[in-house]
């Protein structure tokens, strides 16, 4: 199975995820930049159901499945020489993708399309009041698993990190999981223990640090041979 994975097709289709990945963030930073601030909550409520959102958020979630192949690609890789820390980031991986992808499920299919709707159809301020007390446990259960979620990224990036090989095409790969596990260990210090103090710089530098990591990502799999 890692031979088949570690295979000229599959690096390019890997690679290509990796370049379809930055497309999608890229867009979902235009979203950002074109939906106007919120500051109230029913306002926050009313704009999850935008279509331009709406498109962010759906081509956010499909992208996480796209991502697990790629990580599954890596580790093949990586398993030539170390299986098992292949194998413990791989598990690492799957986390991070499996929590990204409940979390965008419930945001897009709840969060932006039903409690909108509940909130227009309620007869009574209290059924108001409900759907934006749900809309705001969300936000705090979000919060709160965005620690697990970034621990195991850094986990499996580190791992990854270990078992790489020696071909000269290997830096691009390791600059790739280097800069996302110290982006992450940053992201998760600020978040958690801070404050969080940084939200307006790392917002700023959210969309490069991705083009940073995964473009040198994609480059590696294109260039990569198939020695252990």
């Keep these: 199975m890692t031979a088949v994975l570690d295979s000229r097709p599959h690096r390019v289709a890997a690679a290509a995820v990796a370049f379809v990945y930055v497309a999608i963030q890229s867009f979902q930073w235009y979203v950002f930049s074109r939906l106007p601030e919120t500051h109230e909550p029913v306002s926050s409520l009313m704009q999850g159901r935008v279509p331009l959102n709406l498109a962010r958020a759906g081509t956010m ?3 996480f499945f796209g991502l697990l192949y790629l990580f599954l690609v890596v580790c093949a890789i990586v398993a030539r020489r170390r299986p098992g820390l292949a194998i413990a980031a791989f598990l690492g991986f799957f986390t991070f993708c499996l929590v990204e992808i409940q ?3 419930v945001e897009l299919f709840y969060v932006y399309l039903e409690l909108p709707r509940r909130y227009q159809a309620a007869t009574t ?3 108001q009041a409900r759907a934006l007390d749900a809309q705001a446990a969300f936000q705090s259960v979000q919060y709160a698993l965005y620690f697990p979620l970034g621990l195991s990224w850094m986990i499996g990036s580190l791992l990854v990190l270990l078992g790489l090989g020696d071909e000269p095409v290997d830096w691009l790969a390791r600059w790739a999981f280097g800069l996302n596990a ?3 260990a940053l992201r998760t210090f600020d978040s958690y223990v801070l404050g ?4 307006a710089l ?3 530098l959210y969309l490069p640090l991705v083009v940073l990591t995964f473009v040198p990502l994609a480059i590696w799999l294109l260039r990569r041979g198939t020695s252990p």
């Design 61 to 63: 979630l499909g992208s």
């Design 103 to 105: 979390l965008r499920s």
């Design 125 to 127: 301020a209290l059924e």
């Design 182 to 184: 110290v982006r992450l």
């Design 196 to 199: 969080p103090r940084f939200d």
């Design 202 to 204: 790392y917002s700023d």
